[in-house]
DNA sequence: AGATAAAAGGACTTTTTTATCCTTTATACA
DNA sequence: TGTATAAAGGATAAAAAAGTCCTTTTATCT
């Protein structure tokens, strides 16, 4: 469903959603040793969501990775498309290049439901309000 | 969600059970050109289904591949199972390590539902039964 | 101003996936 | 029995994804 790069993606920004603010930067060096996830990879992964306005941060001593106000408004799907591109929920499952419910692939009916749940949970979700959950729940990450 | 070689796979399956029988079989040739799918891969692919026994080939003139009474009552859970493994509907979407109902991760709920209800209709449904359909609903593959 | 700390960026390597080609084996049929 | 046909199998190539390292930029603090 997505790529490596997407999942480290999601479980960082979760995890400066729950660890880290304007007042208390995280450096990539601890994200990823509390994710246990190779750490440049993830420098890379980090930098390219910084670029999209989905993480901040700020360079030099004391400097790392926080959510800013509006960052915590965004949901996971605006992370998800900033790492594997705006069709990952609405390619087909079977790679036709033209598949709808009007035209419809074999698997387009099993695989349609499921996958729009999905696209609309991490869409009209906070990620301020999934971190509250996971803090609340203590769940992983 | 699934490798390249799994969705040609599914395609390949359901284009056997919809044109091809034991009295008329299909060449790597034909199947690939119909699915505008790289020919030589595709071969690799049906050799991998061939020997897990979910199609039928023969050699020599007037060979090919095609679904065998048994192969058709299989299900599209166990062409899927064969070329991406068994855990394709068992591994955490974070790809967390220990994830499950009671040590769930963050987007497990989300998940859990896409992937079980395409799971449970991939495992339930007979591969010579999906093909009834495409052919009354004249699918395209 | 100088030293230090941390992200940003570029280049590169490794691994995996996708794709191709060539040789061998089996079989049908003249 | 020989020839042609098609899958099976092995080896390799190309492309993409994952992962690493090095240099530059920016900021902090003394």
Request: with cysteine.
């Given at each position: 469903?997505?790529?490596?790069?997407?999942?480290?993606?999601?479980?960082?920004?979760?995890?400066?959603?729950?660890?880290?603010?304007?007042?208390?930067?995280?450096?990539?060096?601890?994200?990823?040793?509390?994710?246990?996830?190779?750490?440049?990879?993830?420098?890379?992964?980090?930098?390219?969501?910084?670029?999209?306005?989905?993480?901040?941060?700020?360079?030099?001593?004391?400097?790392?990775?926080?959510?800013?106000?509006?960052?915590?408004?965004?949901?996971?799907?605006?992370?998800?498309?900033?790492?594997?591109?705006?069709?990952?929920?609405?390619?087909?499952?079977?790679?036709?290049?033209?598949?709808?419910?009007?035209?419809?692939?074999?698997?387009?009916?099993?695989?349609?439901a499921y996958r729009e749940g999905l696209h609309y949970q991490l869409k009209h979700q906070a990620i301020g309000?999934?971190?509250?959950?996971?803090?609340?729940?203590?769940?992983?990450?």
């Amino acid at each position: 469903m997505f790529s490596q790069a997407c999942k480290y993606a999601i479980r960082a920004v979760l995890y400066l959603a729950v660890h880290a603010s304007k007042g208390k930067k995280l450096g990539v060096k601890e994200i990823a040793a509390a994710l246990d996830v190779p750490k440049y990879f993830l420098a890379k992964i980090l930098q390219q969501l910084s670029r999209n306005n989905l993480i901040s941060s700020a360079k030099g001593p004391s400097g790392g990775f926080y959510l800013s106000e509006k960052n915590v408004e965004a949901s996971l799907k605006d992370v998800v498309e900033c790492m594997d591109g705006p069709d990952v929920f609405n390619a087909c499952i079977l790679g036709l290049p033209v598949c709808s419910s009007e035209n419809p692939c074999p698997l387009h009916i099993q695989a349609f439901a499921y996958r729009e749940g999905l696209h609309y949970q991490l869409k009209h979700q906070a990620i301020g309000d999934l971190a509250k959950r996971i803090e609340r729940e203590e769940q992983k990450i």
